[in-house]
């Protein structure tokens, strides 16, 4: 008890030491880090730099843009919830950042109410064209996703044994289910053109066509981007129901699809979405088919490039299959190489405009 | 210490500094909080390390550890207060010049702005506290006063002068009703109020989810989970008008009327000594003709009405809307505010001092996080470590070899668990 005593009293000292030093340096050193590079900044959604998905991929972007142009410094800020956006925008603000990157269409009124009150700042922000008053500089940074969620839904559909397999979103967005119309287009194209006699669940699309800012239909949604448990249930249901792949749309809450998969065993597979599933979760690449990557990381680079030498242009980028803004990726699992033919034949299509992405061209074939 | 030897004033006062005083061993608490906090500065800033293990390379090398490390830390330190609180440089070019007021009082306005519903939820659960009930759904009743008080917000529409105050009734409403359920079950049926209150949580929380989900509150034209917005006449104004850019709103004067409520309350009203005397000593209290089933049943819907306000002042201050992720997870003020109150040991002046600082150090951690790198999270790390020691006065008073002093004995702000 008196050698605890004896080494308690020690510590305190210690610490009061250390702490008056502390509280005495805080006191004296001057500001050393005059702001002479140009800072880069970003704004995550709720799912963190490291979610595996769009958030940590605009930080990827960021870092890439650094790899780039060493001159760059870059800094990220994380929301732990909507009530952050503002506060979180305003510190980037206050710090001058040459630019400030916002991700998510949830970001949209926040970018856009903090871009109004200052014009001058540049902005770019992720899955989402915000309307800011004229004299602003706002580059909204879009991916029709559709395009390859096509090319995922006939991979998925060729890979089915069991001749089902199924999507599910995070929240209703547009930026979410414009990558499960696409799915379930790919779906049904493949069934009508190979009668392959496989379908789609997960989503039902309402009837007319897909744009950017709206994408409207019937579907399963977790109702977040970080829960993954729920993602796991809702992907172990669609495995009872027949299905053999699964296209989680939800960030993060995909990682459940990959705990249900590895739980199912053999045969049950995973698309991935976003950012490539092997290089961003490695240990599980065997479970991966493929993904339906969106080009965030090279289009936020290109934005902070362009930024940092003075060219930033304001206003919409568009990423499709022909400027490779959006791509499907192959995964772990070897694909026959008469499928990857006809997804070749298919990617041209659509670049050619011969082939449409909308579901409703594509009736379900009883 | 008696009236036959008269003490010099400096013993007085070095006798008090080492006395076990609940505000000395806070005020220790803290200093081993930002101890804490440097160390894990220092072991996870790669520089810093790499100094430390060429300590032994040359002689200039300790020094230049040592140097490393208090620029780091001091770094920290330094951006956390200057975001949080004043930027003197900032302050003094104002004074100065006159010019830049806004960027000056925008750190302290942030604070202010994140410790007012801190102020108003905290309080509500160190008044359950003080009573012996541990009121764990004070999240959940803070969620529901921001959907009632949210509602009256969207839907009605009459000039500020009734609809604000009209607004801010329904939340306190809405918080008394989430908190009347655990009071009745357990005044009435002896469950015991822990579990229900953080079981109610999750029934408040999906009813958030339904009713950002539903068509009268929903904002109109979107598919995802967010409410109206607020009407201008049901938000709280700036405080300094909405060109200052300053976020800092008239909630500030709600939450300082709370304090002064609170003070009253517990103080000089005679239901609050019914209260207090309840919590120091349930069978005396009931010897005492004090009704335990009433007490039980009012100090919920009291702290209920608190959270409940502190919900609605939250989302009319600062985002004007609630949606599904609104005071959820790592947000949920309900769930500071218990760490707040012990912290504050339960009493008014005490839980606005630690939200002020529990605001400060999340404000302050974003600015370090922005400016140095090193994650907001450290903040998270010495609010906890802060915490740890306050709950644990014995661990304090050992390690600074404090005496028993003035006050006798310390009252463990975390007893009255189970009762």
Same mark, same amino acid.
């Given at each position: 008890m008196r050698s605890i005593r004896r080494l308690s009293t020690m510590l305190g000292a210690a610490s009061l030491v250390l702490g008056t030093l502390t509280v005495s340096v805080v006191a004296t050193t001057v500001s050393a880090s005059a702001a002479t590079k140009f800072k880069a900044c970003v704004v995550t959604d709720?799912?963190?730099? *490291?979610?595996?998905s769009f958030n940590a991929s605009a930080w990827a972007g960021l870092g890439d843009a650094k790899k780039s142009d060493p001159s760059i410094s870059i800094s990220y800020l994380s929301s732990?919830? !909507?009530?952050?956006y503002v506060p979180n925008i305003n510190t980037f603000i206050h710090e001058s950042c040459g630019v400030i990157v916002t991700v998510g269409f949830l970001m949209d009124a926040a970018t856009t109410s903090a871009a109004n009150a200052h014009p001058t700042q540049k902005f770019a922000i992720v899955d989402d064209a915000p309307v800011v008053k004229k004299g602003t500089s706002v580059l909204g940074l879009q991916y029709e996703t559709d395009q390859a969620g096509f090319l995922g839904g006939m991979l998925a559909a060729g890979m089915s044994k069991k001749g089902a397999v199924a999507t599910y979103g995070g929240e209703p967005f547009p930026s979410v289910t414009l990558y499960m119309n696409g799915f379930v287009a790919g779906v049904r194209y493949y069934d009508k053109t190979y009668h392959a006699k496989v379908k789609a669940l997960g989503w039902t699309p309402a009837k007319g066509a897909c744009s950017l800012s709206t994408c409207n239909g019937k579907g399963t949604f977790t109702g977040n981007f970080t829960d993954q448990t729920a993602g796991k249930t809702d992907t172990s249901t669609f495995f009872s129901e027949g299905a053999d792949i699964v296209f989680p749309v939800a960030g993060s809450v995909g990682l459940g699809s990959v705990a249900a998969a590895k739980q199912a065993g053999k045969g049950h597979y995973v698309m991935w979405v976003d950012s490539n599933g092997c290089t961003k979760d #490695? !240990?599980?690449? !065997?479970?991966?088919?493929?993904t339906v990557a969106k080009g965030v990381e090279p289009s936020v680079e290109a934005a902070v490039l362009s930024a940092a030498k003075g060219t930033f242009k304001a206003g919409s980028y568009v990423g499709t299959l022909a400027n490779k803004g959006t791509a499907l990726e192959y995964g772990g699992v070897t694909i026959p190489s008469a499928l990857k033919a006809k997804i070749a034949t298919a990617k041209a299509g659509i670049i050619a405009g011969t082939? !449409?992405? *909308? #579901? *409703?061209n594509y009736p379900v074939v009883k | 210490m008696t009236e036959a030897t008269p003490v010099r004033l400096h013993r007085r006062v070095w006798a008090q500094l080492t006395s076990q005083h609940p505000i000395v061993v806070t005020i220790f608490a803290l200093i081993l909080g930002f101890l804490v906090g440097a160390i894990i500065i220092m072991t996870t800033t790669a520089s810093v390390l790499d100094a430390w293990r060429g300590i032994f390379h040359n002689w200039g090398a300790p020094g230049h550890a040592i140097k490393l490390t208090f620029d780091n830390v001091g770094a920290a330190y330094r951006t956390m207060f200057t975001g949080s609180v004043v930027d003197p440089n900032s302050l003094w070019h104002s004074l100065t010049t006159g010019k830049n007021w806004p960027v000056t009082l925008t750190p302290i306005s942030e604070t202010l702005t994140y410790a007012t519903p801190l102020v108003i939820v905290s309080i509500g659960v160190g008044i359950a506290f003080q009573t012996g009930i541990f009121n764990i759904g004070a999240n959940g009743q803070a969620v529901l006063g921001g959907i009632a008080g949210g509602v009256v917000a969207t839907m009605v529409h009459l000039p500020m002068v009734i609809h604000l105050p009209l607004a801010l009734l329904a939340g306190v409403a809405g918080g008394m009703v989430a908190g009347s359920v655990p009071g009745i079950l357990k005044a009435f049926t002896g469950a015991h109020e822990v579990i229900v209150t953080i079981m109610l949580n999750y029934v408040v929380y999906a009813f958030l989810l339904f009713a950002v989900l539903?068509? @009268?509150? =929903? =904002? @109109?034209? =979107? =598919?995802?989970d967010i409410s109206r917005t607020f009407d201008g006449s049901a938000q709280f104004p700036p405080l300094f008008g909405t060109a200052s850019g300053l976020r800092v709103s008239y909630g500030v004067l709600v939450a300082a009327m709370v304090v002064v409520f609170a003070w009253w309350f517990l103080d000089r009203s005679s239901l609050g000594f019914d209260f207090r005397v309840t919590g120091a000593n349930p069978s005396a209290a009931r010897a005492s003709g004090i009704s335990a089933r009433s007490v039980v049943v009012l100090v919920f819907v009291i702290s209920g009405g608190l959270a409940g306000l502190a919900g609605f002042v939250q989302a009319a201050s600062t985002t004007h809307e609630i949606d599904g992720g609104f005071l959820i997870g790592n947000a949920g003020i309900g769930f500071t505010a218990i760490t707040i109150a012990l912290l504050g040991r339960n009493r008014p002046m005490g839980i606005l001092w630690s939200s002020l600082l529990f605001a400060a150090l999340g404000v302050g951690g974003r600015a370090m996080q922005s400016q140095t790198g090193i994650p907001l999270d450290l903040a998270t790390v010495i609010q906890s470590v802060i915490v740890l020691f306050v709950a644990t006065p014995v661990l304090v008073k050992e390690i600074f070899r404090l005496r028993a002093g003035p006050v006798a004995t310390l009252k463990l702000a975390t007893q009255g668990w189970g009762t």
């Open positions: 709720t799912g963190g730099i *490291n979610d595996k732990t919830s !909507s009530a952050d #490695p !240990s599980d690449c !065997s479970l991966f088919v493929g082939i !449409s992405v *909308n #579901p *409703n | 539903s068509t @009268p509150f =929903q =904002q @109109p034209g =979107q =598919q995802n």
